[in-house]
């Protein structure tokens, strides 16, 4: 016992101290300052941790614990252990990918254009035809990158059919998400149900407003230039982004100050990805936040979803063992606390008293916020029955690209490209845990609400109370926050209701 239990923590020390270094490599590469990724050279250091004996010693550890408790600390470990071996078996791979989409330029006109330019340049161009061309652009970059990426998608299924016994990938992460993944499809499907004809009539006026096309007819690419809802683009200015975030951290009762361990980089930089993320390289006590400002409601939207992932982290107990800071079972969580500070931009009185935004502005705001809520809802459902179904065959190309584009075309309302049949899937089934979040997520705004009201952001209490939350770590799972709160996992009820606002939104203006 005591030989598995040295085995084990030496495992976990090298864990910390390759992801520590795997999760900064990503960092100055994503933030525009290394040239070229290369998460392979870290994971070759460490190349003693990822090797098929290790995390096969480990698997067995695992499975063959009695004691609960060690069993799920053993669990955890082995499926990062194995993580780490895929990744290592493809990282050099992956980083070509991202080194050439870093190089990738094309010409749009007369302009050069960054391929990960692209997408921010889409949300903001208010030609129709000029998106069009610029969607085209990028679609042409990806398709240099798919026979990459499905080469990795055949090596990573081999190992962990071959090497490691899985009869699937869904059987596998199934197991280690402990997570029945079309239980959670079906209680989803229902509540689209539910919502399909409110969604459809107001998507139907709302194409039509802004783009003078039928709704059913235009690529999905336009509806990120919709979503930013540029007519408001005054009240959401890049320069007043970070004097916000700090005021609304204030109001929590968070010192902005006081949070030495979160790193905010906000600089300018060519090579710089546009869209925020947050970087945890070793939490709590070192988190990154880093964000390009380039102005606008989505940029308010996606640095206030990466700063809820920042707070989480940063203010986890550090006396926690690192299983339980940094080693989760899925990633739901965290992105139930991201979801709840990105949904402050749906909050009247956090767009009237924190934004500035007038009475009027801040109805229509939140009505559109809503309504596109309701769309990643709907497009991440159809991610999640697609990737279900991609899995089945991953090999057959052809069938994969068309059930891509109709898969999430039928369900969103816009059309999807054949050519993201990869590029849209994340590992792990990464929508799941999205979904799950949003489902919680509705539940938790309910409880703030109802105990400190609509103004819960404003008030300290509500700030202790999620300090108290994000200081246990990753040792909760999404359905234990459920749980706590009163209601049954997967329990859509919170999350239906905030859809019905719409039709009161809508008669109100």
Not at 34 to 44: A, F, I, M, S, Y
Not at 262 to 285: F, N, S
Not at 380 to 396: C, H, M, R, T
Request: proline content about 3%.
């Amino acid at each position: 016992m005591s030989l598995i239990s040295d085995f084990t923590n030496n495992v976990i020390k090298g864990i910390r101290d390759s992801t520590y270094e795997f999760a900064t490599e990503d960092r100055l590469s994503g933030a525009g300052l290394k040239g070229e990724q290369d998460l392979h050279g870290v994971l070759e250091k460490y190349a003693w941790l990822y090797e098929r004996g290790v995390v096969r010693r480990m698997q067995e550890a695992y499975r063959s614990e009695a004691d609960l408790h060690l069993k799920e600390r053993l669990r955890r470990v082995y499926y990062y252990l194995l993580d780490g071996y895929l990744e290592r078996r493809t990282a050099a791979m992956e980083d070509a990918i991202a080194s050439f989409e870093m190089d990738a330029t094309s010409e749009v006109g007369e302009d050069l254009i960054s391929y990960h330019d692209i997408p921010a340049l889409i949300t903001v161009e208010p030609d129709f035809e000029k998106r069009n061309r610029l969607r085209e652009t990028f679609l042409r970059i990806v398709e240099k990158t798919n026979p990459e990426r499905s080469i990795i998608l055949q090596i990573r299924l081999e190992i962990l059919q071959v090497e490691f016994g899985y009869t699937s990938y869904a059987a596998y992460v199934s197991e280690k998400k402990c997570l029945d993944h079309h239980r959670l499809l079906s209680r989803l499907e229902k509540l689209l149900q539910q919502t399909e004809d409110m969604y459809e009539a107001h998507m139907c006026r709302w194409v039509e407003e802004t783009t003078n096309r039928k709704f059913g007819e235009i690529g999905d690419h336009h509806f990120s230039y919709m979503a930013g809802i540029h007519r408001y683009d005054t009240y959401f200015e890049s320069n007043r982004l970070i004097e916000v975030y700090k005021r609304t951290l204030a109001d929590m009762g968070l010192n902005r100050w006081a949070q030495e361990n979160i790193h905010l980089d906000a600089e300018e930089r060519p090579a710089k990805d546009p869209r925020p993320c947050c970087y945890v390289p070793d939490p709590p006590g070192e988190v990154h936040l880093v964000i390009k400002p380039v102005g606008g409601f989505e940029d308010y939207v996606n640095f206030f979803h990466e700063a809820g992932h920042a707070q989480h982290y940063a203010n986890e107990d550090s006396t926690l063992d690192y299983v339980d800071r940094a080693m989760p079972t899925s990633y739901a969580l965290t992105e139930v606390y991201a979801f709840l500070m990105q949904n402050l931009t749906q909050n009247k009185a956090w767009l009237r008293n924190i934004a500035g935004l007038p009475e009027e502005a801040a109805r229509r705001v939140i009505y559109h916020a809503k309504l596109t809520d309701l769309y990643f809802l709907r497009r991440y459902v159809a991610k999640l029955k697609y990737e279900l179904d991609f899995y089945k065959e991953p090999e057959n190309e052809e069938r994969n690209r068309r059930l891509y584009a109709i898969c999430l075309s039928s369900v969103t309302g816009f059309l999807s490209p054949p050519e993201n049949y990869l590029r849209d899937i994340d590992s792990d089934f990464y929508s799941a845990d999205y979904l799950r979040a949003w489902i919680t997520e509705a539940m938790l705004r309910r409880h703030l609400e109802g105990t400190f009201g609509e103004e819960w952001f404003a008030r300290s209490e509500a700030g202790a109370f999620l300090l108290e939350l994000w200081s246990k770590g990753e040792s909760l799972e999404n359905e234990d926050v459920s749980r706590m709160l009163g209601y049954e996992p997967f329990d859509t009820t919170c999350l239906a209701e905030q859809y019905v606002a719409l039709e009161s939104l809508d008669s109100s203006m």
